[in-house]
């Protein structure tokens, strides 16, 4: 088989397969493989590992988008220096998503601006990156989400296709407070993906006052059991992150003198 009679097998094998870029990655790296004296089976495993690269970056291309995160935030962007309560060896380690593969939590608490959304979308784009189906939301969002899934008497069915994403992001735990109906809907949640699967919670309050959020202490004390049986609870310290990172590279005041 002459040369162009092999480049339409490959283009017709890469089309039947669903995997055009291997048509092209195969072409690219066909003289390099020769001139270094690659083996057929270093050859193949060069094509299939770029392919397998490129698809793995669609993928989470597509998961992050899906997510519906506020905001693309990375671990490299979070100014640690500035928040004085968790140390990048504490958090970032997390990245590796092995807390997922065991179904456990992760709780930020601490007051507002102080990075608790920047370090839960950080975690949650490099779980879209592991290859798990991430969905962010805030508190009073996932209510509402369950309210209408509960009015429509689809509430079982949501909470289980819920229980199908790897990591579930609850953001602003606290900021409003949660009538009876709310609360309970919020606790079915915690309750469905207890020891199923993971939650990142941000909370501006200690748990100490969740019983405020959530009007009753009973559920706030069993809610919170679930939630820490199988977590990892950083607080975060200081005033606002995002204040201080705008005071510090703010351009300086020019006064300005008025004639006489």
Not at 124 to 132: E, K, L, Q, T
Not at 138 to 166: F, I, K, M, N
């Amino acid at each position: 088989m002459n040369a162009d009679d092999t480049g339409k097998q490959i283009a017709y094998l890469a089309a039947a397969l669903k995997a055009p870029r291997i048509r092209e990655t195969a072409a690219r790296l066909a003289d390099q493989a020769r001139d270094a004296g690659w083996t057929y089976e270093d050859y193949l495993a060069a094509v299939l590992d770029r392919e397998v690269a490129a698809r793995n970056a669609s993928g989470a291309e597509l998961r992050i988008r899906a997510a519906g995160f506020p905001a693309r935030k990375t671990f490299e962007e979070f100014v640690f220096d500035h928040q004085p309560g968790i140390r990048r060896d504490q958090i970032v380690p997390l990245a590796s998503g092995n807390y997922l593969a065991e179904a456990r939590n992760i709780v930020l608490l601490g007051p507002p601006g102080t990075g608790k959304t920047h370090l839960a979308t950080a975690l949650g784009i490099a779980a879209c990156h592991a290859g798990h189906r991430v969905l962010f939301a805030t508190a009073t969002d996932w209510v509402a989400r369950l309210q209408d899934a509960h009015r429509h008497d689809r509430l079982r069915t949501e909470l289980a296709r819920l229980r199908r994403y790897g990591l579930i992001i609850i953001d602003e735990v606290g900021y409003l407070p949660f009538e009876q109906d709310a609360a309970n809907l919020f606790f079915q949640l915690v309750s469905s993906r207890h020891e199923h699967a993971s939650l990142i919670l941000t909370s501006n309050l200690p748990f100490a006052r969740w019983g405020d959020v959530f009007g009753d202490q009973t559920v706030a004390a069993a809610m919170i059991d679930r939630i820490v049986h199988h977590a990892d609870v950083h607080t975060l310290k200081g005033a606002s992150y995002r204040l201080k990172h705008l005071a510090e590279n703010a351009l300086p005041s020019v006064r300005v003198e008025q004639a006489d």
